[in-house]
């Protein structure tokens, strides 16, 4: 295609330049818009409320921690969040990494299972049942006492990406549950091992603290956590339905009451509260499910079954699951508040928890948290 | 006559061409370096500059071998609209060039101010919180808190990169000078044990814990993890020196003259007026396999003096726009599922590729067609 | 006969293609065929077991099928019959291959010959490959050498062998089907026995043990199983919750019953073992009747995707280009125009089967043409035929079939070469997941692609034509040179419009226009590379030869912007030089730049020049001007 005819260069000349002056003033103009990004800014922010952030306002230094240990060469202190008394770096050649922490949970006196399947998946592993368990712990001695459980779990290398490594040993004492985890590159933690078991056998408590260090700088507006020494300081209130009679909690359990119907048959409602997600909504209803002999069920199916609900200054949902064979009936509500998340579970035959539903839905509505 | 020389080889097909080969080889070697320096630094080097420096071996010159992205960019534009402004006009039979001429106007115009004005960063939201601010991918600040205030703090953020320049800082809201004693670009964990550094903090964690320098990292998937010592200096004595990092997550908390203040080295931050609270992350793979089938976030925009209070779902290739900025579904937590991560871009001038493409998409059809035309015409007489 | 031939010729390829699309005879008296069918979920999407072997066997040996003594061959379905139900026999078929002169020196293996070897082989060295293996999967996948991509890629082949044996029936056992009578026996009493013990009551600890044992079986065959075959339990609640056998099992704990699928498979697997085909022929079509209860749609994608991968279409297309293209230059030394029309109508007939794997393709993945890289090259092919079509339907000079039928046959022997890692239709990435981009911005690079290969072929037409034979005369090289030029500017609007889709796709998905990406960089170096052409033309800098020169310089662009840039890092850095496909990608461009410096050549050595000159100088009164661009 050839060019067009061309006017004289002069007369060209003219038409082009104001054109050409113009596209200069543009791009001069940009040009200065984006060169003020290197300034200092100064803006207002909210208050952040606890669950943001990391760690109390508290200085590091004051804290007191309740443990104390000895550090194995190699792995570094680091400051530690809210809800880690411990944390360590460790690195390996080349790009090998791997972190060590160390956080009490209070009140978790109850079994392993729902732990060890969090954390197996956290390195890619199926879960396993129950039954399979036993098999999978190695005694290890913790701060000179022996008879804690330790698990190491190998990420499977099937899909081809790094395989991690976990260890993880769990160690029981006046109500209070501490976990201490090694995780990182599969290779580096192998080779951990023996400084891992060393550093465990190391470890010691201090005297007299039955509550870890979580209680005492918990954040103000969630409740601090029920079990241990602690009494009822941190329970909510709640107004107990008609017809409802508290019996005593068990493990794990805040509270329990017992529905038992006159016509026969009975219903169970307990009151469970865990920090974080304890382990997720999903593995929680499955587990509930395997209670009233139901199958498991995916993600997807989940969010069917779940209902959300009112609940005051909390996110809640509730479900209703109905085992047809064994005639057993089970209505959980699940409410987050704050970085903890409460369980209320009603289960029993049928036809009773049919008829106790819409109390104890009311019952889940009215409770005041808060100390 | 100097004048018209000039003007006549702005207009010239012959600059178009060498300015487009230059371009070419640009893009081409700048993309070989990436492999070496990574993106950002081959962008910078290359592309967001008006040449490409090289410094020869066993010197500290800094020769200018190649012209960079800007320049050729800026050339290009020039010789774009002299050369189209002097040869066609607004001539009729020129309206399919015309069109693609002003489609790449467009472009090139739009790309400039979006290299300028464009703001990236990310919000990383667990299930059931709220977030009102997002986070720089890159770049770290200097905050220092005033939090007196029972209602709201009052940040002043120093960018990292007037850390960088070691001079002592002032600032109208800061009671105090900063004295920057170092500053390291990137940095790592010091195993216990290792060798102390020639500054020591005075307060705070880094009376606990140090850090070592380490190379500034060009690989992706890393970030540079700054560290500095800083000193405050109000009008006479000292407030300390402090050890500030992007590794530590608590701010450290001081007071001076009856006001707390916090300060922390953490990514830029950019707070909105609502927030976003994450209701619901999904991120499904396809069965038995590690590839990802969708993500999607279910998130609560919440807007206190607007009141508005809505529930919206962010899910790929289906961003949330507002207020001036649009939310991606990015990515995830591999490690948490909960986590959601969101990309959030402030880009005035998003929308001029989109014009851009349609004009030069029926500009050229348009050249396309006629010439089929009289082909096909010619071919059957 | 001069008339017939076209109709002859074409006629017996219409027959030969047709005739591939009957069903195969089967040779066992095993119902194979109906066993390939079956759809099993791996990889994310369901396809049938015979994809499932095919897949496995291209990753294991480069081929679809295992060759046996004398000519037999063992289909990849009758190979994964004998590996998941009798792997005896199947660990002496020499499954893998092996390559690698170090390697095969450390597994004590004979470097000469045929590198196909077999489990048993392979057997006393496998502790050796694991630990080669995991040193280095350590190294980074860039900077690891070729031994070490060798053990991987061996150690990667064994784990999928192994993983097969596992997924119909765990590896030991032997007679699946009493064991399987056996464990439901068992599973009351033990359940039983696991709650009392739970709740700290006596327990009968044999039957605790006894369900202990053969849940950890399970459990081990559930880890390694590689397709899921069992179809889902509750369909309406999820259809991609296929299981494996091993899991399955150990569901049942909780249900009670074993799932009738597996006592199907079960019934397969032994009625094999033990040699009863006509009871494996009754079980499969039991089985087959259950699921088209059910999973009618699952099961009709199997039997449609078995049929498409016996079929074959680019095989067929493939076959059929090399005979266009030996027609097409056949027909500039004799019978012009016979070989021209006749291979004008196989070309058709190529272009006619082409599309239809194309089609059947896009139907089996729901998705539009181009998904990944195997797709963009079976694409790029037949954009340049379709093109090839076109022109020739024009000039009627042989060119567009030479052009179309070598870019056809090469762009397909890519393709087969990019299906040796694995299934070609494999799920997308959510970011990918979504069909008007993909039909849109990916179609249209892609076809850019295309349009600038076609027009540096056609310049190599010229050339070589031009240099090697007196039949550049001036009236084909302007008829090149209108061709050339307008399928540059096709290229240039196609690839212009193609990446600014993409363009603004990256903006609708993560908010960023243009990230200078090297993918996004190569496709924006074609642009400009078109561009320029077009420019130099206008500006008069170039005339014909500069042209012809620069599109086959296209070439090398768009090649290195297609493969090059999946490989910065790997064939740019100083460890991956002897990657394969680097090395052809070297080889490529070598061959065209040694045919643009052919094209710089001087007049004189240009033999159909010559002979123009020659023709003018005998012709003083008609003395035509030398071609100039028009």
């Known amino acids: 295609m050839p060019a067009g005819p061309r006017p004289p260069g002069a007369a060209g000349a003219r038409f082009a330049l104001p054109w050409v002056r113009g596209c200069a003033g543009v791009l001069v103009t940009l040009v200065l818009a984006g060169c003020e990004r290197e300034s200092i800014r100064v803006y207002q922010a909210p208050k952040e409320t606890a669950p943001q952030r990391q760690a109390m306002s508290t200085p590091f230094e004051s804290r007191v921690p309740q443990i104390h240990w000895k550090l194995p060469a190699g792995w570094q202190e680091l400051p530690a969040g809210q809800m880690r008394v411990g944390q360590f770096a460790v690195s390996g050649q080349g790009e090998q990494k791997a972190e060590v922490t160390i956080i009490p949970l209070p009140g978790l006196a109850g079994g392993d299972l729902d732990n060890v399947n969090r954390w197996r998946a956290q390195v890619g592993l199926p879960p396993v049942k129950a039954e399979e368990l036993p098999k999978l712990v190695e005694d290890v001695q913790v701060g000179g006492q022996a008879g804690s459980q330790l698990y190491d779990f190998v990420g499977t290398p099937y899909d081809r990406s790094e395989t991690n490594r976990l260890l993880v040993a769990v160690f029981r004492a006046e109500g209070t549950a501490w976990f201490f985890k090694m995780l990182g590159d599969s290779a580096l933690v192998a080779a951990q091992k023996p400084a891992f078991v060393e550093f465990l056998k190391n470890v010691t408590f201090e005297q007299g603290a039955p509550h870890p260090p979580i209680a005492a700088a918990a954040p103000p507006d969630a409740p601090s956590p029920p079990g241990g020494g602690d009494g009822g300081s941190g329970k909510p209130t709640w107004t107990v339905p008609a017809g409802w009679q508290e019996q005593a909690p068990g493990p794990m359990q805040t509270a329990k009451f017992s529905a038992p119907d006159p016509a026969g048959g009975k219903a169970e409602i307990t009151v469970v509260v865990l920090p974080g997600d304890a382990g997720g909504t999903l593995a929680n209803v499955n587990r509930w499910r395997g209670q009233i002999g139901l199958a498991p069920v995916g993600e997807a199916e989940l969010n069917q079954l779940l209902t959300p609900f009112e609940v005051a200054g909390a996110q809640a949902v509730h479900l209703d699951m109905t085992a047809e064979g064994a005639k057993r009936r089970l209505v959980a509500a699940v409410v987050s508040r704050g970085g903890n998340t409460w369980f209320y579970k009603l289960v029993g035959d049928e036809a009773v928890v049919g008829k106790q539903k819409e109390a104890f839905l009311q019952f889940v509505r009215n409770i005041k948290y808060g100390s | 006559m100097g004048l018209k020389h000039l003007v006549r080889v702005l207009c010239s097909l012959r600059l178009t061409v060498v300015c487009l080969a230059l371009g070419m080889i640009l893009v081409f070697v700048g993309t070989l370096a990436q492999v070496e320096i990574g993106i950002y630094a081959a962008q910078a080097k290359y592309f967001r500059s008006f040449f490409v420096y090289w410094t020869p071996p066993g010197t500290t010159l800094n020769l200018p071998i190649m012209p960079g992205g800007y320049l050729i960019g800026g050339v290009l534009l020039v010789n774009l609209v002299a050369a189209h402004a002097k040869r066609f006009g607004l001539a009729r039979n020129k309206t399919g060039l015309l069109l693609v001429h002003a489609g790449l106007i467009l472009l090139l115009v739009g790309q400039l101010a979006t290299d300028l004005l464009q703001v990236e960063s990310a919000m990383r939201i667990s299930e059931g919180e709220a977030r009102q601010y997002s986070e720089d991918q890159r770049f770290s600040e200097l905050a220092i808190i005033d939090t007196t205030a029972a209602d709201r703090d009052q940040v002043v953020a120093i960018p990292e990169s007037l850390l960088a320049r070691k001079q002592d800082i002032r600032h109208p809201n800061l009671p105090f000078a900063v004295r920057v004693h170092q500053y390291w670009v990137n940095s790592t964990n010091v195993p216990h044990g290792g060798a102390a550094g020639a500054v020591r903090a005075t307060e705070g964690l880094g009376k606990r814990v140090q850090f070592a320098e380490a190379a500034p990292t060009a690989r992706m998937d890393m970030r540079n993890m700054p560290t500095a010592y800083v000193e405050f200096l109000p009008a006479s004595g000292s407030l300390g020196t402090w050890l500030v990092s992007d590794w530590i997550d608590t701010p450290q908390t001081f007071t001076h003259d009856k006001r707390t203040y916090q300060v922390a080295l953490r990514l830029a931050r950019y707070y909105k007026p609502f927030s976003l609270q994450l209701l619901k992350f999904s991120h499904d793979k396809y069965m038995g396999t590690e590839i990802p089938k969708n993500f999607s976030s279910r998130v609560r925009l919440q807007h206190p003096e607007t009141r508005e209070d809505r529930e919206v779902l962010i899910y790929m290739n289906n961003p949330l726009r507002y207020g001036g900025e649009t939310f991606y579904q990015a990515g995830y937590d591999e490690k948490d599922p909960r986590v959601t991560i969101l990309q959030v871009v402030r880009n005035p001038g998003w929308l001029t590729p989109y014009f851009s493409c349609s004009l030069v998409g029926a500009g050229l059809l348009i050249q396309f067609l006629t010439h089929l035309v009289g082909f096909v015409k010619r071919r059957t007489e | ?630």
């Open chain 3, 1 to 630: 006969m001069k008339r017939y031939f076209p109709w002859l010729i074409s006629g017996a390829l219409a027959v030969w293609v047709l005739t591939s699309l009957r069903p195969r005879r089967e040779h066992s008296p095993f119902d194979t065929a109906g066993f390939g069918r079956l759809p099993a979920l791996l990889n994310g999407r369901v396809q049938p077991l015979d994809s499932v072997a095919r897949n496995a066997l291209l990753v294991m040996r480069g081929r679809q099928s295992v060759a046996l003594e004398g000519r037999v061959k063992l289909s990849a379905t009758e190979w994964l019959m004998e590996v998941t139900m009798k792997p005896e026999a199947a660990d002496d078929r020499k499954s893998f291959r092996v390559d690698h002169p170090d390697l095969l020196g450390m597994l004590k293996l004979p470097a000469s010959g045929a590198h196909f070897f077999s489990w048993n082989e392979l057997k006393d060295s496998f502790e050796n490959i694991e630990n080669q293996a995991r040193r280095a999967s350590g190294v980074e996948s860039q900077a690891r050498n070729t031994f070490e991509k060798a053990v991987i890629k061996l150690h990667f082949a064994l784990t999928i062998y192994h993983r097969l044996k596992n997924s119909l029936r765990p590896e030991t056992s032997d007679n699946f089907t009493a064991e399987l009578a056996e464990f439901q026996q068992a599973i009351g009493p033990g359940v039983a026995a696991v709650k009392r013990r739970e709740a700290g009551q006596d327990f009968n600890q044999q039957d605790f043990d006894r369900i202990l044992r053969l849940l950890q079986r399970y459990e081990v065959a559930a880890n390694s199983a590689y397709p899921m075959i069992i179809p889902p339990v509750h369909p309406d609640m999820g259809r991609d919750a296929w299981a494996s056998v091993g899991a399955s099992l150990m569901d049942t704990v909780h249900s009670g019953e074993i799932q009738p699928a597996v006592l199907r498979y079960a019934a397969l697997v032994t009625a094999y073992r033990q040699a009863r085909p006509d009871d494996f022929n009754r079980a499969l079509g039991e089985y087959q009747q259950w699921l088209g209860e059910t999973f009618a749609r699952e099961a009709k994608k199997g039997r449609r995707e078995f049929f498409f991968h016996r079929w074959q279409p680019f095989y067929q297309s493939t076959v059929l280009y090399l005979c266009v293209f030996l027609l097409g230059c056949a027909s500039w030394f004799t019978w012009a125009r016979t070989f021209s029309r006749t291979g004008f109508y196989v070309l058709a007939l190529a272009f006619v089967v082409h599309t239809a794997g194309i089609l059947f393709r896009m139907i089996l993945e729901g998705r539009p043409p181009v998904t990944n890289l195997y797709s963009s090259a079976i694409f790029v092919g037949w954009g340049a035929v379709l093109l090839g079509l076109v022109l020739e339907r024009f000039y009627r000079d042989s060119i567009g079939l030479v052009m179309a039928s070598a870019l056809g046959f090469i762009t397909q022997v890519i393709a087969h070469n990019l299906s040796l890692d694995g299934d070609t239709m494999e799920m997308l990435r959510a970011v990918l997941d979504t069909n008007f981009w993909l039909a849109t911005h990916v179609v249209a690079i892609t076809l850019g692609y295309s349009a600038t290969f076609v027009a540096g072929f056609l310049a190599i037409v010229y050339i070589v034509r031009g240099l090697f034979t007196r039949g550049l005369d001036a009236p084909t090289a302007e008829a090149l040179t209108r061709m050339v030029y307008g399928i540059v500017c096709f290229a240039t609007l196609f690839s212009f419009v193609g990446t600014i889709l993409g363009g603004i796709w990256a903006d609708q998905s993560w908010g960023r226009f243009w990230g200078w990406d090297p993918k996004e960089n190569g496709a924006l170096i074609i642009v400009l590379w078109n561009a320029i052409i077009l420019h130099a033309r206008w500006g008069g800098l170039v005339r014909e030869r500069g042209l012809m020169n620069l599109a086959i310089f296209g070439n090398i662009v768009t090649s290195f912007s297609w493969f090059g840039v999946n490989m910065l890092g790997v064939g740019l850095h100083a460890y991956g030089f002897m990657d394969k496909a680097f090395y052809w990608l070297m080889l490529f461009v070598a061959s065209q730049v040694v045919l643009i410096g052919l094209g710089l050549l001087p007049e004189q050595y240009w033999a159909s020049l010559r002979a123009r000159a020659a023709a003018a100088a005998a012709a003083p009164a008609a003395q035509r001007r030398a071609p100039r661009a028009a």
